[in-house]
């Protein structure tokens, strides 16, 4: 529930056309269809694309798992960029490695889907915090 | 030159309102006027608009090195959002720490812009990979 | 059998005590005791250790699937530490995620093994370079 | 001070022969000198020595910044490994980018040094948690 009010309110998701597919405890899927507002410059989904839907799936993934009115937000990520990201639609799955108190570290893959046929193109390996109420995104 | 012609045929950057500031051998930077349409859930700008750029000048820094036929693409990047993502305008500054024949190493710092002050918000570590003509992303 | 042949040249390994356990297509495991004269200030393992296990892991696991000539070395890797590495003996399981002509993407994580219990104490995601004979590690 | 008493308790930097060269605020460097011992499969530095050193100059760094009673853990780091590292010394150089009370952010090159000649064969980007009194690296 609390996933989903969030992602709501990620106004950039909506920009770029992503959709939560699937929460469970532990693990959260982003949809994102192809369009082409969002490619570089050879036509394949932009990398920061790609890297936004990876980012939010795993943060919720790590929500899922938080207390009640905790909130989250990425320390950091890291992002393999593995084959070229060209199909109708891809998939972001986040889910929890290692479920902290202060911090979760998450793993995220991104799925190029085209038809029955899948491929995964970025894996993504995220540090996030968790924290009372209201975070800020600062380390201090 | 073609840093321009490839920047213009990125049209997530466009998408986001991105724009190149600065062009000069080793260094790219690149700006984007906050918008809340870029915005995560507490209001500050995603993590992953954050990551379009300082990826778009990373990646152009590198391709300011390279041949003159070469294609760039990242293979993987690194990133630390250090502070919240509040201000009217940001700035990623992207630059070559050590150029290759097959692959760069570029580190950018995100900068947020507002009136006189400057705050770094991120950085980001990229491996960028050099190709001839028409790359794929594939490491295959 | 050329990742053993290798291995028993990297003295690091032999240094810090470490040796291969598995060596399957695309997987490699390697085993290091711990030892106090390779703890950090808390008595733990030191982050260079497990670093330098999870790194050979992963480098292996990459040839297992290279061309017979090929050598291999680490363009880049990122570890999360994700729990006090405290116990007699770890374990590194490298493996590959996706595997390239030019560059291959490995997965490891580190187990500390006490008995029967076991804890993931890290995950590293490495972008390892592929090289037809004997390789710079330079990306130049 | 507190630098001093806490390397001289990693006794991984005693075993690979390492030694602090420098403690300002906010930045630490640390020494190797080069030995077979330490070497990979071709006669370099193996990247585990080469991130040992980054991580421990990071993580001092910053601790110079860190309350008195603070202790610094590794949460993760990142090392682009950009030339073949081999020179009779190295030295890495790690300075603070943001200090945070909880996690502070840091970046290290690994130089090689021969004789007057000087070149970064590395560069690492740090998650440092702040923790009072002794601290656990879980992140639980």
Not at 54 to 71: I, M, W
């Amino acid at each position: 529930m609390r996933v989903k009010t969030s992602f709501s309110r990620q106004a950039f998701m909506a920009t770029i056309g992503a959709s939560i597919e699937l929460i469970e405890p532990g693990e959260v899927h982003i949809e994102l269809p192809f369009s082409p507002h969002l490619s570089q410059q050879h036509g394949y989904l932009h990398a920061g694309a790609t890297a936004a839907i990876a980012d939010s799936a795993n943060g919720y993934a790590a929500l899922t798992l938080a207390p009640v009115d905790a909130e989250v937000l990425a320390v950091e990520f890291k992002i393999n960029l593995m084959a070229p990201a060209s199909a109708p639609r891809f998939l972001a799955r986040g889910r929890v490695l290692r479920p902290g108190r202060r911090l979760s570290v998450c793993l995220a893959e991104v799925v190029a889907v085209n038809g029955p046929d899948q491929e995964v193109v970025a894996t993504m390996l995220s540090t996030i915090s968790i924290r009372p109420g209201r975070p800020e995104r600062s380390p201090a």
